[in-house]
Structures are given as structure tokens and as C-alpha cells.
């Protein structure tokens, strides 16, 4: 069972910062992958990004490299997701999510919805 809690959405102006936060249990002996997937009305689900559970590089999608960087805080069992320069079209309910079954790469291209994910936290970007 891995259980994820998901803090920090909001509303911001174009082109603004908002850093989430999960905290993710099951957390430094997992295997898989841990990051955040998005969904804003009338549109389909999309990885926005994603990490190996035990550390190295990470997954972004296209839309969104160069302006979001997702890290861990093992200490603190803690994933976050840096949000920069933040778009209109970026506005959407972003959830925090595991898959213990495969790598980053296979995550943030959601072929699957990650079995694992949280409540969600709604981030709404205004032009």
C-alpha cells in the first residue's frame, strides 16, 4: 500500500511559480517510479513528470521541460514538483503519483494510470 498526500496548489499569474508537495509512504524501498501526472476538464490525463523511486534522472513531458523540475527529499519522504514560468494551459488538477511496477521513462507516458496517486490539488494559472 503506498499512500500519497498531495499539498501547495493555488492560483498564480501567468508566468509565476508554484512548487507542490507529497508526502509518499512505502518511500525508500520502493521500486518504480514516483512523479505527477495532470488533468484539466475535457481533456485527457497527461505525465507531467516523473522520478525512479530510488534516485536518478527524471522524465518530463514535452510541454513542460525547461520550466518544472520534480525532486525527492528522502529525509523527509517528501516528493515536489517546481513549477516556473507557469502557463495557462498548465492550469489543471495535478496528481501525485506512484507505480511501483516500472521506470520513469514508461511513467510520465502514462500508458497506465499509476495504480497509486493522491486526492489531487488544483492549480489554476490566470493570463
Known amino acids: 500500500q503506498v499512500q500519497l498526500v498531495e499539498s501547495g496548489g493555488g492560483s498564480v499569474q501567468a508566468g509565476g511559480s508554484l512548487t507542490l508537495s507529497c508526502v509518499v509512504s512505502?518511500?525508500?524501498?520502493?521500486?518504480?517510479?514516483m512523479g505527477w501526472f495532470r488533468q484539466a476538464p475535457g481533456k485527457e490525463r497527461e505525465g507531467v513528470a516523473f522520478i525512479n523511486a530510488r534516485g536518478g534522472s527524471a522524465e518530463y513531458a514535452d510541454s513542460v521541460k525547461g520550466r518544472f523540475t520534480v525532486s525527492q527529499d528522502n529525509a523527509k519522504n517528501t516528493l515536489y514538483l517546481q513549477m516556473n514560468r507557469l502557463k495557462p494551459e498548465d492550469t489543471a488538477m495535478y496528481y501525485c503519483?506512484?507505480?511501483?511496477?516500472?521506470?520513469?521513462?514508461?511513467?510520465?507516458?502514462?500508458?497506465?494510470?499509476?495504480?497509486?496517486r493522491g486526492q489531487g490539488t488544483q492549480v489554476t494559472v490566470s493570463s
Open positions: 503519483a506512484a507505480d511501483l511496477s516500472f521506470n520513469a521513462r514508461l511513467c510520465v507516458s502514462l500508458f497506465r494510470v499509476p495504480p497509486w
Open positions: 512505502r518511500y525508500t524501498d520502493s521500486t518504480g517510479c
